[in-house]
Structure formats: C-alpha cells, structure tokens
C-alpha cells in the first residue's frame, strides 16, 4: 500500500529552506564585520549601523511592496529579493561604510518579504491543530541560518580569508534559490489580471502602503500581538547584532569561538522555537508560552551584561542556549497568534503589519545600542535595560477567551 505524502510537507519545507537563506544572508552580517571593521578601520560599533540597515531593508519591502507580494506572489518575490541580495554581496569589497550600509539594506529585502510570504502560504497549507508547529518550525529557519552563519563564515574567514568568504556565502544563498524556483508556481495566489497588468506604482498601490499596519487594527488583540513581537525583538535584535562583537572585544574571545557561542544560540532557537511552538498548540495558550518567553529572555539579557573574562566558557554556552530557547524563540508563536487573529483574507497584510513594527524596532534597538556604546555607556547597563524592555510584553499581551492557539476562529476558519 502505497503512503501518501502529506499536502503540507513540500510547501513547508520549501518556506523553512527559504527562510533559512534569507536568516543566513542577514545573519552574516554581524559575523563578517569585525573581519571588515579591521581592515577598514571602521569602529566595533558600526556592526550595529549596519544591522540597522539590513532591518531598513525588510521594512521597505514590508511597507512598499506590498503591491509585489500581490502581483507575483509571496514566495516569487521571496526568491528574488534573495537573488538581489547574494549579487549585492560584491559591493562589500570596496571600503566604504556607505556603499556597506547600501548593500546591508539590499540584503535586508529578503528578510522583509520572507513572513508574509510564508505566513499566507502556511495558513493554507498547515494541518488543524499543527498552526502554532507549523509556524514555528517555519521559523525555526531563521536561528538555524544563524547556527549555519556562526559555525561556518568564522571557518571561511580564517582560512580563506574575508573576501573569499563572500563568494561562499553568496553561492549558498544563489543554490537553494535557484532550486525552489519552480515552486513557486504551484504555491503562490495570483490575482486575476482584467484588463492588462497593473503598475506597482499606480496610485491604488501607492494608497496600499499603509494597508499592513491599518490591518492591525480591524481584528481584537491584533495590534497589541504586534507590539509584544517588538517589544520580544529589542532583546533579540542586539542578541543577534552585538553577541560576537562583545565577545571579541570585551571578552577576548577570537573570532572562531566567538562564532561558536553565536551558533549555540541560534541552535537553542531553533530548538526553542519548535518547542514553544508545540507547547503553545499543547496548552492551547499563546498567553502562557509567550509570557514564559519573556521572562527568561529579559533574565538571560541581564545576566549577558554581568558576563566578564573570569566566566568559564561553558557558562557562557549555556547562558547563549538558554537565551537562544527564549529571547530568539517566540516568533513562530507571535506570528501563528497574529495569523490565527487575521480574517483569512488579510493574513498577509497583518502579517506585513506585524513585521513592519518588528523591524523598526531592529532598526532602532541596535541603533541605540551602538550609540550607546560609541558615547562611553557600559555594555551592562545596555543590557539591563533591554531586559527591562522584554519585561513589558508581560503587559501587553492580550487575555481573553480567543486564546485558543490550536483552533481557528470564527474569522480565520
């Protein structure tokens, strides 16, 4: 008797090897730059300008292209934006902070299309019951491209040097592209086309702008769900920005190590994140699995800043998972909450609406942080309060009777 593959198996697979790619191509970034800032002289805290940059990038594809998603689908523009990127790379060889931060931003498109891409396609395809699983094994890509950045571009950077190294990372992001390509096909909506294409940049488009964040606003608990995945991603972002920089310089580490203590992390949130996950599905309680989140990504974030060279290495490995499991953890159940809330034919548009705040807040967190530092702060006192700002999604997530993770409403049925 012959099995059947499960409908849900290759669109899942196809988004989490997407967004892995898209994680790995931002991921690099922070990894790569101490190696650059040598050589070019550039200041420690630039890593942080251009993180900010990157996190531009997923904001402008978010807010302005909206009009794309629609026209060519989620998961072709997906793969574009990641073909952009990988040719992009080049220009980091010319030692200029403004060409990097232009490339960062090119980079950071793939980033901004990957959630609504995969958020339309996983709540069409994802078996009831499994959204929250779903969702977060989708996401489990992103820290998985982290663990594949932290292990591998330190590696390529000491052995082959930085440039070398580029080429590399571009080939890993040109392979599965070119591989997922004709998926695309079968897995995206398009609309109907009467009467010609339209323009992207028609004046109905141009209205559509504000679409994603105005559709936060037309279901309950859909705006505050958002604001507790920024407020989850300021403690994040610096995580991801900061953590090799601050162990390079304030803790001695090398490069390699360093690298490693990152890939730690990132293994613990894609462990974490399929877990919460489950949990949430489990318990049937987003409410309960996110304030858990939040409490230990704010404990973890502190405890960063007390770290010092007398830590033993296997205490700042366990410090890195454990925040890797929660700080880096919670998006795939934000995310399912923000679907599950949407009326199905929104889910896209509130998913871009959620991601856009989530972005701002990657772009001023470690905008702040590295000004922060650059001015003569203490790297403690920047983590103390990122912890404190984690705290706060303890107030604003929603409570009420729809906190039901593993059913549809009456809206999303």
């Not at 989490?16 to 730059?33: D, K, M, N």
């Not at 980091?92 to 232009?102: D, E, K, R, T």
């Not at 972005?359 to 967190?365: D, E, M, P, V, Y």
């Amino acid at each position: 008797m012959t099995r059947t593959v499960p409908v849900w198996l290759m669109p899942v697979t196809a988004i989490f090897t997407l967004q892995t790619i898209s994680a790995f191509l931002s991921r690099l970034i922070p990894i790569i730059a101490p190696a650059m800032a040598v050589e070019f002289n550039w200041s420690g805290s630039s890593v942080g300008y251009l993180s900010a940059s990157n996190s531009l990038g997923g904001l402008a594809i978010l807010a302005a292209g909206s009009a794309v998603l629609k026209q060519i689908g989620g998961m072709r523009t997906l793969q574009l934006t990641l073909l952009l990127g990988a040719a992009c790379m080049a220009f980091f060889l010319y030692p200029s902070i403004g060409v990097a931060l232009a490339v960062c931003f090119m980079m950071g498109l793939s980033n901004g299309a990957a959630n609504p891409a995969g958020s339309e396609i996983l709540q069409r395809f994802s078996p009831p019951g499994m959204r929250n699983l779903m969702f977060s094994i989708k996401q489990a890509g992103v820290p998985l491209g982290g663990v594949i950045a932290g292990l591998l571009v330190p590696l390529l950077v000491t052995t082959t040097g930085w440039r070398t190294a580029l080429l590399a990372c571009a080939l890993i992001v040109l392979l599965p592209t070119i591989l997922t390509w004709r998926l695309s096909a079968s897995l995206d909506i398009k609309p109907a086309r009467k009467g010609g294409a339209r323009p992207w940049l028609s004046l109905q488009s141009l209205r559509a702008l504000s679409a994603p964040l105005a559709s936060l606003m037309l279901e309950p608990g859909l705006l505050k769900m958002s604001v507790v995945g920024s407020l989850f991603g300021v403690s994040q972002s610096c995580w991801f920005t900061f953590t090799v920089i601050y162990l390079v310089d304030e803790l001695g580490y090398s490069l390699g190590l360093a690298g490693i203590v990152f890939a730690v992390m990132q293994a613990g949130g894609v462990i974490g994140r399929i877990v919460l996950g489950w949990l949430s599905d489990y318990l049937h309680s987003a409410t309960t699995v996110l304030s858990i989140a939040a409490i230990l990504s704010a404990a973890t974030t502190a405890l960063l800043g007390l770290t010092s060279p007398l830590w033993p290495l296997w205490a700042v490995i366990v410090l890195a998972f454990i925040a890797g499991s929660s700080a880096a953890s919670w998006n795939g159940v934000q995310m399912a909450e923000v679907a599950r809330r949407s009326s199905p034919q929104l889910i896209s548009e509130t998913a871009a609406g959620s991601s856009i705040l989530v972005n701002l807040t990657n772009i001023l967190a470690p905008t702040a942080f590295a000004a922060f530092i650059a001015i003569g702060g203490r790297y403690e006192q920047a983590y103390f309060c990122l912890g404190a700002c984690t705290l706060l999604v303890l107030v604003f997530l929603p409570r009420d009777r729809s906190d039901n993770s593993g059913m549809p409403t009456a809206s999303g049925s």
